[in-house]
């Protein structure tokens, strides 16, 4: 045996192979090692894809930076549980480079438009027409989410560069104008209809009307033009058709949406497949998870603010179907009681500093489902028709009229998205007025100190918000769907400060500068420059 | 005519091969010549060296009673006697037929033999910083593994156990923290084979040999940047007796010190958020125990004149404090060797088996299920079962279990077998030529079985009827050694030379399954299939493999002039097939010299100086990776998923980005050394000095995508500089008949910085963040900057404490303090440096008394010049916490006298750093051998009683400042949930027969 050994272990020496250091790689694929099959190319679309629901739905995700410094909910510290820290940042808008959220957005969105570059340099992929619009389509979404995030953004639109290339970043306008022209010039070529998660011709139009609504907001410069060419891509959608408000508000929040009328553009998750929205275990207290029978984990960090919470119609059923407070019931009815007594969630919240754990109202607008599955596998309806109904309405409003259609127009279209929400139809009319009137929005700063029950607190109002009741109309129907942020940066006073800026809300406080616009976008994640020579950081971070 | 030469020199030595033969074959004017060979003590030496000075060809070495009888001597000849660590003697043997000798020591300062790379040195020859602890200075007690052995007592080696997990192998650190991503341990040889500290019983360690500086330590090339620390086993020699001893011992250990909380009085007078729950529990006491160890070593050992042979059998069974904690292991160790063809071929195999067994279980698990964290925060009040029988659980409290339950419904067993096997041939066709095959194998199989029933908590909150997996994990470490030596001696000329190649493999690969909600908790994890989750594709599988190589060239020449002037060159060319296509290979060169001033004429005078010798070198060693394939462009298949054509399908994603570049980062070395002995050996020591760079640091950059497919690359780009003293003082204050005392003392600083961490190409920011305590304090707490060392911390600064009860944070740029909010901590502006975690000095201190037959030892340890973060307090020192909290947590921390309230989040601020200075009385033994008759059953008897950790001075107020350090960013940390330290007392025996 030793023999054996011996000869076996000399026989290395008497080769070449005795200085042979070539690698054997088991477990995964190695570029250096491997040939790639056209099974293999296909698989390579995965990322296309996954980065968008990681980008939505990642640990401080897409909606979570879109609300979480809005004036709809917050994740307050909470007391003998914790949360806080980075959640209070952001609510109060002191935005650092090491904030989460920022990391998370750049770091899926970059690796979603990388993925696409890879895949339209491959030859095989480029002779098939559908498959390059459907990634340029979906470079175009990341792009956009990017751009109105960070503004200053590098644009890197192949992906043979040479060796140690870094890109900078572009001026605004170039990004602009490439995200435009890519979704014109892919504009009724991906198809009508091709299922959750692909990019169709209504998308497109959807993505083009976004950047339309919101070049204002964006460059400043008051060209009101983009609103009448947002009005005529979102024409488009309302005349093919294919899309209608459906029955109930709350079929676009199931598990499956794909049976939806309304979803123009739905990112798919699927038990055992994709998991992504954790709001159930973010909202819910351990003991409340009974309500659904749910097993997951649950911490119940995040609430929401008391002054939206009363901003709802009590006969807008959108309000029970969204938010859930008061006592909680398990599966069979019974009350839930904790070792600390019964379960009550309450309406009013201390200080974004300090909450004890049963303050807030919780959000349910998603379905939770028992068992482990929670909010996991909930589709995202990333865009609706509700939302192509609502651009045209406060487009039409913000130009007083357009190619023959009116303000009333206008105020019908917001309407017909709030009918199905009212048992009785006169309450779900808005009229023009309501819409370019204030917000009934309370605003101003609302502070409880949770041991000694003594109040800080500063009237604001929101009268002087411009367009202040089409504001409230999206807060009600897009809550959880990435809106606010966006919306608020939108929606201007009339001091000219938008209300993102300029109102206060709970523990955050309005900019005294008016012209300090600094905070419209995100510092770029201090990874990402350090990674990078060549980016600048934003201005005022 | 080079060829000729050669020839000449073969024909030379050919002949004087013959010639020898015939000499021993032809005897004229010869006679035979016997006697004893001693030392000074009058014990027979065994094994010493017998030849005839002139024809060395003809010699014979001692038995087991020092005896010899050698034929063949010329009439007027002289025989010469040689034996490792004493002076060699030529003695005429003209007109005598019986010559005995007594051979002396000399001075050990200079003839001890230490261990170097792939040989061994005559102290007095070595020219680098190598430290030697031989057996008889280890330290006894309830020894877990090879680094309790020698704690204290090398100078610039720390060695620290800070927790009391039986499992827990010590964390080893010599001359700084060289590398951010690779090893910062040095390398473990076990007689010559990569292992660990755990690898033999420390009963069967015969020296351990620590290779300090980049000199010593080049010839291992790439893993060698830590230093070196070579173990060598007992085994037997020639012509020795046969012996058996036992050596055993028993141990009682309990916590050397639990934290302050709140008890159930407290909770009663309302000083937590706890109700009264009525019953009256400490959960310390309730997952605690006085554990109870035993330790058995029996060996046997021996050889005639041409083949030796040894066994050694261990048993430890190691109870850890925490309830179902402990390490069971069986080992054994045998050898055989022969010596053939009148010397010229010897042969040995040796082989090591080990069992090891522990039980799975959350005692040092570092979050939320660890048991001692849980068992500190809970409710005093609480019972451990309600009056259902059940568990007493509060689900509603987030992250708060029942630690009991924890224990008993977890059910788990880790098992590791583990065989040693190695075979050498050693070819020496003449004296001083040696060439030696070795060829090696290791491979371990681990294999850990877990149950969580039914009841456990994890299973209650997510409604699972019982969880099980089995992981198993094989490991194959097969090595080749060729090496081949040369040394001779003549006149005032020494000179040795070596050259070798090492190839090594290794292979690793695993399987993992899970499985859960069982029919019946009655299987455990013995019926995997039974699980429903299997069925509906909540269960999971996992395997792996992976491997890689490591070849090296290695060559060394050492040549010494008269015993005064030394010099040594040695050389490898490694390389590894982790790295890059362009640069598997490396080179690491050493030079050495050293300066014996004390032999110089003109030093003649000095007479109470034994020895004075200054040493110094400078060599290149690099650190390898841990993983493999680090520079290929790696995918995962299914890590995503995505929806196609109504079907979810598994994606291609990339895992790393390609570095053909990637290559070893390397450390280049000086030192400078200074070794002494004065009066007789009374007063030895040595000094270094040393300055290390190391350079090509590896580090995982952020990478912007696109263009890169992955958004980080390991590159090799940063540097990094460690500096510092190590001093060694060896003292014999007194000795007389009857008592002496004898005493080491050790000294060691470091000085550690980071010089950069970019280039053109890999840019970060001069700094990173590290340090991270986990939710709900989510916060970074040290800080990595370049031109600063690498174990700051870096934390808000507390200044007092508001009259709202929440910490007043001083704004370092207004310098105005500013009441705590929670955004504080992650924001660089209030962020200050705090204070560092890695000692600037460590001290040993060992002190050894015999009184005739009584021996008492002594070992100090001590750490100074650096600061604790004190996790427990940034947890528990708080009074939002729903659970229970430190009695601390009411104290007025600040002189403003204020207290923190229930609006100060749990958080981390440098109110909680801590100054660490300790000194520690590591071990305290006392001893004694029983005065013996010569008897035919037993040699020797010895009884002793040790203390291990029996106290320490400190003014820390957690748990133990001896703190493990094992990872880079948390230097300084005493973590929230590790395993508290113990105290043990010992009681054992050996017996030689």
Known sequence: MKKIIFSLCLLPLAFTSCTDLDETIYDTIAAEKYEFTAEDAASMFSPVYSNLRNMYWGWNGLNDISEECSDLWCTPFRIGVGWGD??????????????????????????????????????????SPTAVAQLRGYR?????????????????????????????????????DFIISELNDIKGKCGADNGMGQINDATVNMILAKMYLNHEAWFRDGDKSFYGKAIDVVNEIIDSKQYALSANYLDNFKEDISGSPEIIFGIPFEYLYASGNCYANKWMNEAGRATWGFNGWATGGSACLPQFLATYDKDDMRLNETWIWGQQYALNGDPIITDDGPLVYTTTLSSINGCYPMEGARLVKYEIIGSDWGTSYDDVPFFRYADALMIKAECLLRLGGYKGETEQDAANLVTQVRQRNFANPAKATRTVAQLKGGSCYKYGYQETDPNTGEKFETTEGGADIILGGLLDDLAWEFIGEHHRRQDLVRFTMTNGQN??????????????????????????GIDFLDGNPNLVQNPGY | MKNKVFTLC????????????ICSLAAFAQKTVSGTVTDKGKEPLIGVNVTVVGNSGVGVVTDYNGRYVLNDVPENGALKFSYVGYETQEVSVAGKNNVSVVLDEGNQEVNEIVVVGYGVQRKGDV?????????????????????????????GLTIARGTGDPNDESTIRLRGTISLYGSNTPLILVDGIEGDLTTVAPENIESIDVLKDASAAAIYGTRGANGVIIITTKTAHRQQKTTATYSGYMSISSFAKTLDFMDSKDVRNGLTNFSDKGYDTDWVDAISRTSFTHNHNFSIRGGNETTTYYA??????????????????????????HYMFNDILKVGFDLQKTWHRHSVNNASNGDNSNVYHQAIIRNPTSPIKGEDGEWDENFGVSYYYNPVSMLEELDGLFKREKTIMTGTITLEPIKGWQTKLMLNTDRSNNHTSTFYTSDYYGCLVNNYSGQASHNYGYSKHDNLELTSTYKQIWDKHRFEALAGYSYQYNEFEGFYAYNRDFATDFFKYNNLANGEALKNGNASMTSYKEDNKLIGFFGRVSYGYDNKYNVLLSIRREGSSKFGANHKWGSFPSVSAGWTISNEEFMKDFTWLDNLKIRAGYGVTGIIPNESYLSLTRYNYGSSYYYSDGEWKQGLDVASNPNPDLKWEKTGEWDLGLDWSVLDGRITGSFDWYYGKTSGMLFEYTVPTPPNLYTSTLANVGEMRNSGIELLINAIPVQTDDFTWKTTFTMSHNSNKLLSLSNDLYKTNSFYNDGWLGEPITCWSTRMEVGKPVDQFYTPHAVGISENGKFLIENPKTGEAEEFDGTMCNNDDYSQYAGHGLPDVTLGWGNTFNYKSFDLSMQFTSQLGFQILNQNRCFYENNAVAFNRLRSANDAIFSDGNKLSALQPQTVCDAYIEDGDYLKLT?????????LKENKYVKNVRFHLSCDNLFTITGYSGLDPELSNASLGFYGHDFRDKYPTTRSFTLGVNLTF
């Open chain 1, 140 to 176: 175009a979404l990341y792009y956009y989410l990017l751009f109105d995030l960070f503004r200053n953004i590098p644009l890197d639109t192949t992906y043979d560069h040479p060796d140690g290339w870094q890109p900078s970043q572009a001026k605004p306008q170039e990004t602009w």
């Open chain 2, 10 to 21: 073969l024909s030379r030595r050919i002949s004087m091969l013959l010639l020898l033969t």
């Open chain 2, 312 to 337: 050694d059998f261990t048993y430890r069974n190691a109870q850890g404090v925490i309830m179902d904690t402990y390490s069971d292991n069986i080992k054994m160790k045998a050898g055989v060797a």
């Open chain 2, 127 to 155: 020219t680098s910083a190598i430290s030697t602890v031989k057996a008889e200075d280890f330290t006894v007690g309830n020894i877990q593994d090879a680094g309790d052995l020698i704690k204290g007592k090398v100078a």
């Open chain 1, 86 to 127: 980075l959640y209070i940042t952001l609510h109060q808008h002191t935005y650092v480079n090491t904030l989460d959220h920022v990391w998370t957005e750049w770091y899926y969105g970059y690796n979603g438009i990388t993925a696409c570059n890879q895949l339209l340099d491959d030859e095989g992929v480029q002779s």
């Open chain 1, 499 to 524: 209300v993102y800026n300029g109102k206060s809300w709970f523990c955050k406080k309005a900019l005294t500068d008016v012209n300090d616009h600094h905070l419209d976008i995100f510092p770029i």
């Open chain 2, 923 to 931: 071990n305290l033994t006392v001893g004694y051998t029983l005065p």
